[in-house]
């Protein structure tokens, strides 16, 4: 077991880890920190809330790569009549959802 010393959002993290999987934990590590470094003014969040938003965004981009990969051809505008009126509604719901999410992590809360 090796440990692995993470730098998110300005914070040092210590990961535990297999031996050999130093470079990958430290990889992912960076890609997390990256998101944080990119998203736009929250420095004003908790740390548990600041590694919620970068997961979520982590989320969405592993969300969209499996989508383009699983249907490359076609837009999701174009998807929504094959998928039925029902399975349409509830994606949704469910993007109107992670949008609340998303305003209220921000501090915005304009939904409620």
């Known amino acids: ?3 692995v010393k993470l730098s998110i959002g300005g914070r040092i993290f210590t990961v535990a880890c297999a031996e050999g999987e130093e470079n990958h ?7 997390i920190d990256g998101k944080i470094t990119d998203a736009q003014d929250v420095t004003t969040l908790s740390e548990p809330r600041l590694l919620l938003y970068a997961a979520l965004l982590l989320a969405d981009e592993l969300h969209e790569a499996r989508q383009s990969v699983a249907a ?3 837009p999701p505008a174009a998807l929504a ?3 039925g009126s029902e399975a349409a509604q509830r994606f949704e719901a469910i993007a109107v959802k992670m949008e609340n999410l998303a305003s209220r992590l921000e501090g915005r809360d304009d939904n409620p």
């Not at 934990?25 to 890609?31: E, I, K, T, W, Y």
Request: no cysteine; net charge neutral; charged share 0%.
């Open 1 to 3: 077991m090796s440990n």
């Open 25 to 31: 934990v430290s990889a992912l590590g960076a890609m």
């Open 72 to 74: 490359p051809a076609a």
């Open 81 to 83: 009549p094959a998928l």
